[in-house]
């Protein structure tokens, strides 16, 4: 079996604004579309895959990064977190296939 991971090192600083309080952290999930699922080319990775298939959310505003000045690191297990459909006509809350 492969295991499907993405991972992402993070700098998290803190922006002020005019008058507005700032917030203390984000939310962050990962987007996936499914090219060849939705009939579109099976590109290689980084290649443009063009615009047939659904939009799945991965872990959707599951990891939370605080704004400290400091580095995080965070990783997506393809296999095991949860998917929501975003948008597309195959987006069915499913990664479907073995594109990668």
């Given at each position: 079996?492969?295991r499907?991971?993405a991972?992402v090192?993070v700098?998290?600083?803190?922006?002020l604004?005019?008058?507005?309080s700032?917030a203390?952290a984000?939310?962050?999930s990962l987007?996936?579309?499914?090219?060849a699922?939705g009939g579109?080319s099976?590109?290689?990775?980084?290649?443009?895959?063009?615009?047939a298939?659904?939009?799945e959310?991965i872990?959707?505003?599951?990891?939370?990064?605080?704004l400290?000045?400091?580095?995080?690191q965070?990783?997506?297990?393809?296999?095991?977190?949860?998917?929501t459909?975003?948008?597309g006509?195959?987006?069915?809350?499913v990664?479907?296939?073995?594109?990668?």
């Amino acid at each position: 079996m492969i295991r499907k991971t993405a991972s992402v090192a993070v700098l998290a600083g803190l922006l002020l604004s005019s008058g507005a309080s700032p917030a203390s952290a984000l939310q962050v999930s990962l987007g996936v579309r499914e090219t060849a699922a939705g009939g579109g080319s099976q590109a290689a990775i980084g290649g443009d895959g063009g615009t047939a298939g659904g939009i799945e959310w991965i872990n959707r505003d599951g990891l939370n990064v605080p704004l400290d000045n400091q580095w995080h690191q965070y990783a997506w297990d393809l296999d095991a977190d949860p998917a929501t459909a975003f948008a597309g006509t195959t987006a069915n809350s499913v990664l479907e296939g073995a594109y990668g």
